[in-house]
Nanobody, 119 residues
Framework: QVQLVESGGGLVQTGGSLRLSCTASGRFFSRYTMCWFRQAPGKEREFVIAISTSGGAQVYADSAKGRFTGSRDNAKNTVYLQMNSLKPEDTAVYYC????????????WGQGTQVTVSS
């Protein structure tokens, strides 16, 4: 069993930056592909970034390319999302999730952290 806890959300002005963290409890963190999703009010949850087990490979949503960077520290059981040049449309609850690389569905989810970008 893996428990995920996000932190680092908050209120920021347009053009600002935030770094989100997601720390996992349980074993074998380094074996999981980690991902960030987000959900804005009234919208469906959307993919933001996926980070491979080693952190050496990432896949970005078009909305995140050039502004967001994902990374992980397996020694700390933590995955990060650095967000720069934030826009009001980035306002959402951000979730981290973990999955076995061989599966398509994410097995574990955090509770989410709110990011609000003011114009």
């Amino acid at each position: 069993q893996v428990q995920l806890v996000e932190s680092g959300g908050g209120l920021v002005q347009t053009g600002g930056s935030l770094r989100l963290s997601c720390t996992a409890s349980g074993r074998f963190f380094s074996r999981y592909t980690m991902c960030w999703f987000r959900q804005a009010p009234g919208k469906e949850r959307e993919f933001v970034i996926a980070i491979s087990t080693s952190g050496g490979a990432q896949v970005y949503a078009d909305s995140a390319k050039g502004r967001f960077t994902g990374s992980r520290d397996n020694a700390k059981n933590t995955v990060y999302l650095q967000m720069n040049s934030l826009k009001p449309e980035d306002t959402a609850v951000y979730y981290c999730a973990a999955k076995n690389p061989g599966l398509s569905q994410y097995s574990y989810w955090g509770q989410g952290t709110q990011v609000t970008v003011s114009s």
